[in-house]
């Protein structure tokens, strides 16, 4: 493979900016990249976190594979005194496709705690789960309801003589299911279900419950456990399943920190319902930081290949040609990177915020709360969505060896997959978003008081509706904005019209929103694209000040997203003829010359994310270019070519076969 390394060379020498500077700006600042370069170096001298081999593992060996890497990791947290946040670094570096952590799951019921738990509770429980005394999991969905929270069957009656709760599963439909780290190794889970005391349901509370026994991982009395069996993909994590019989916890295992049961049973409500979804905004936030980096790796092996890969020629028996010469490649590939750049964007966006919300919610203010609940769960729909597909559509790109596992991004799909649905259905959970964006439209958009930063815009609504845009420059981030603001406000108020008119019909209420679930969606997707557009071109100003020297590439990549995204759905932007059908062209036009402009500096957006090979686990994303040199040694190292008893097996039946006349 010396060409491709020597053609991966030469494209690196094209580069326009200083590769090292943007990582740094990713990573968080010199310093920070620094610190991160030596977690790098300090888990390469660890060989638990080889990827070789782990894409010829069958289940059974990824999880040993994921429990080794974990003990490692919190040994090495031990042995240096790592901090929790240094911690959380090196947990995220260290991972490999096709080895998920079932201690993600520790990190969900440290988040639950943190948010849930009462003061006294969290001195006792959180230091357990830093130091790994215990290991936690959040245990919510049950076979029978998964996004539908209000409606969980799990059972905890209220003891007032014994101060104890008593937990149940009445039914076959109230059995926890795909709960996370639960099959195999959890010892305690934050599980919801129903709070009765007193004879009265309170409906659906976190409790604190241990499931197995610290000493041989045996489950607890009560308690019947396991794991679900093989899934698409996340083969290391032992999603579980849970049914409790009479299991007794004391009265403070019950997280109090909003709403408490007194030794008597009396029940003290929280001081507002919104504090229902207070713990589960934690799980989409962190979903929505952490996706770029999956879109990251994606991209980066895509890229790499496709100019590592040739085929063709353009010119009349000229040479073959790297794939993204090709102007059809660049448009599935190039607007994905930039994808991933606004996503890392909106993920300080939303880090800012929800810092800021923990600290209000500490000092028991809510009033940022429904808007972070919208944006968080439209947000990880539209996240999701985009990077499920887009993983695929960088596997596609790789053309036959992105089929395969040695590839590196087969892998990376099938665990991705089971993201649109986790934490709540994509589809459904967009209608959280925007019942709360109708709210606020309709009876608050002309007070600035009531309005956020991600809703500000909702008090020009007359103005966004009747401003039609010609000739006007798309490359200035104004008239992006203007174009995105208008498709929401457009579709809030048709959304708004049509509910009202149907409402005069004298429908039910939750038959006329059913009817109009379609149109919900397209609010939620449509004002998450926004979300996305503002927060890059608001991160840019800072970077213009910041990174003066990035500012451009950075600019250039700001502008595609916009753009791009307007021509593939040039639909919601053309129907009102907001945009003309020659202002889409002009539109096409500079998307095509954005493709041109940013070609030669594609390659150093992707490797200032700082991947090593071994953490995107695959021949074709590598840094030097050696694919094909790769594959074939893994193909050679295939652990069935050298499985004598399985080819003795294999033989018996192919020769039976050919010895026979059919």
């Known amino acids: ?51 070789d081999g782990v894409n010829d593992m069958t289940r059974k060996q990824k999880i040993l594979k994921a429990w080794r890497m974990i003990r490692a990791l919190f040994e090495m947290k031990v042995d240096q005194n790592i901090n929790l946040e240094d911690f959380r670094d090196l947990y995220n570096i260290s991972r490999i496709p096709g080895v998920q952590y079932p201690t993600d799951m520790h990190f969900i019921f440290y988040s639950m705690l943190s948010t849930s738990a009462s003061d006294e509770q969290k001195a006792y429980w959180l230091p357990k789960v830093e130091n790994a005394d215990i290991i936690g999991c959040y245990c919510q969905t049950e076979l029978g309801h998964g996004s539908n929270v209000a409606e969980l069957e799990t059972e905890a009656v209220y003891d007032p003589e014994n101060q104890e709760f008593v937990l149940n599963s009445p039914t076959v439909t109230s059995t926890k299911w795909w709960v ?43 308690i019947e456990i396991g794991d679900i069996g093989n899934k698409l993909g ?42 229902a979804y207070a713990g589960m905004v934690s799980t989409r936030a962190s979903i929505i930081q952490s996706a770029y980096l999956v879109l990251a790796k994606a991209v980066t092996i895509a890229i790499r290949y496709s100019l590592v890969r040739k085929q063709f020629s353009i010119e009349e028996a000229g040479p073959e040609q790297p794939v993204l010469n090709y102007r059809i490649q660049q448009y599935r590939l190039i607007p994905l990177v930039a994808t991933t750049y606004a996503q890392f964007f909106v993920g300080k966006y939303i880090t800012e915020i929800f810092e800021n919300l923990k600290k209000d919610l500490n000092n028991k203010d809510l009033s940022k709360l429904p808007e972070f609940h919208s944006l968080s769960t439209g947000l990880k729909s539209l996240f999701t969505d985009i990077n499920y597909n887009g993983i695929d559509t960088c596997r596609r790109a790789c053309g036959g060896h992105g089929f395969s596992d040695y590839g590196g991004l087969s892998n990376m799909f099938k665990d991705y997959a089971g993201l649109p649905t986790a934490e709540g259905d994509n589809y459904l959970m967009t209608q959280q978003t925007t019942r709360y964006l109708l709210k606020i439209y309709n009876f608050h958009r002309n007070d600035p008081s009531r309005l956020s930063t991600s809703t500000e815009y909702f008090s020009r609504a007359n103005q966004l509706l009747s401003k039609t845009p010609s000739n006007v420059d798309w490359l200035n981030s104004e008239v992006q904005l203007l174009a995105y603001e208008h498709r929401v406000v457009r579709l809030l108020q048709e959304l708004s019209d049509s509910l009202m008119e149907a409402s005069a019909s004298g429908l039910p209420q939750r038959q006329i929103w059913n009817n109009h679930t379609v149109q919900i969606y397209q609010v939620s997707q449509a004002h998450g694209r926004l979300i996305m557009v503002k927060a890059f071109i608001n991160e840019l100003e800072k970077v213009k000040n910041t990174n003066p020297n990035l500012y451009f590439v950075l600019n250039d990549i700001s502008d595609l997203f916009a753009l791009y995204g307007i021509l593939e759905e040039s639909g919601s932007f053309t129907v009102d003829n907001y945009i003309s059908t020659e202002e889409m062209q002009v539109i096409t036009g500079i998307v095509n010359d954005l493709l041109d402009v940013l070609r030669p500096n594609v390659i150093g957006l992707v490797d200032a994310f700082g991947f090593t090979d071994n953490s995107l686990n695959g021949a074709l994303g590598r840094y030097d270019g050696e694919a094909y040199a790769t594959l074939l040694k893994y193909a050679r190292n295939n652990p069935i070519n050298s499985d004598t008893e399985f080819k003795k097996e294999l033989s018996q039946e192919i020769l039976g076969m050919l010895k026979h006349k059919l």
């Open 180 to 222: 996370g780290s639960m099959g195999l190794s959890a010892t305690h889970a934050v599980l919801f279900a129903r709070l009765i005391t007193q004879g009265e349901d309170h409906g659906v509370h976190p409790f604190i419950v241990q499931l197995r026994s610290l000493e041989t991982l045996e489950p607890m009395d009560g």
């Open 234 to 275: 996340f083969e290391s994590m032992d999603n579980g399943f849970l049914r409790l019989t009479n299991v007794k916890i004391p009265r403070n295992q019950m997280l109090m920190k909003f709403s408490v049961v007194e030794k008597d049973g009396t029940y003290v409500p929280p001081p507002s319902a919104k504090l």
């Open 1 to 51: 493979d010396y060409l491709a390394k020597m053609s991966l060379n030469s494209e690196r020498t094209k580069v326009d900016f200083n590769v090292e500077e943007l990582t740094n700006l990713i990573h968080g600042g010199p310093n920070k990249a620094k610190a991160r370069k030596q977690m790098v170096q300090m888990l390469a001298k660890n060989p638990v976190f080889d990827c």
